[in-house]
């Protein structure tokens, strides 16, 4: 089992910047896919990044369009943390922000493929 927790939301205004943190528990998370989702109010889950496992190469990681260029997904094995820092937050990026862990070899597009969840944290953008 993999715990995972996330911190980090808060009310900031457009433009500005966040950093959520999703430290896990339980297990090393460095042989695990890590994505971040978001859900905006009213509207289904969606997938904003994801990292992947680590291999000898390193890991790759992967964006929703919309936050290319502003939102950066990493990997502290150490602390057993992910992180995702926004820059050039928008208001269209409010949304509660969950944290997810898959095994490799799955789609991490799909929120189904996804075993272990976060509660999640809110990101509100004032315009």
Same mark, same amino acid.
């Given at each position: 089992?993999v715990?995972?927790?996330?911190?980090?939301?808060?009310l900031?205004?457009?433009?500005?910047?966040?950093?959520?943190?999703?430290?896990?528990s339980?297990?090393?998370i460095?042989s695990?896919?890590?994505?971040?989702y978001?859900?905006p109010?009213?509207?289904?889950r969606?997938?904003v990044?994801? #990292? +992947?496992?680590? @291999?000898w190469?390193?890991?790759?990681t992967?964006?929703?369009d &919309?936050? !290319?260029?502003?939102? /950066? #997904? +990493?990997?502290? @094995?150490a602390k057993n943390?992910?992180?995702?820092?926004?820059? &050039?937050? !928008?208001?269209?990026? /409010?949304?509660?922000y969950?944290?997810?862990?898959?095994?490799?070899g799955?789609n991490?597009?799909?929120?189904?493929?996804?075993?272990?969840?976060?509660?999640?944290?809110?990101?509100?953008?004032?315009?």
């Open positions: 089992q715990q995972l927790v996330e911190s980090g939301g808060g900031v205004q457009a433009g500005g910047s966040l950093r959520l943190s999703c430290a896990a339980g297990r090393t460095s695990y896919v890590m994505g971040w978001r859900q109010p009213g509207k289904e969606e997938f990044a994801a #990292i +992947s496992a680590i @291999s190469s390193g890991s790759s992967y964006y929703r &919309s936050v !290319k260029g502003r939102f /950066t #997904i +990493s990997r502290d @094995s943390t992910v992180y995702l820092q926004m820059n &050039s937050l !928008k208001p269209e990026d /409010t949304a509660a969950y944290c997810a862990a898959t095994r490799a799955r991490h597009y799909v929120v189904e493929s996804y075993d272990y969840w976060g509660q999640g944290t809110q990101v509100t953008v004032s315009s």
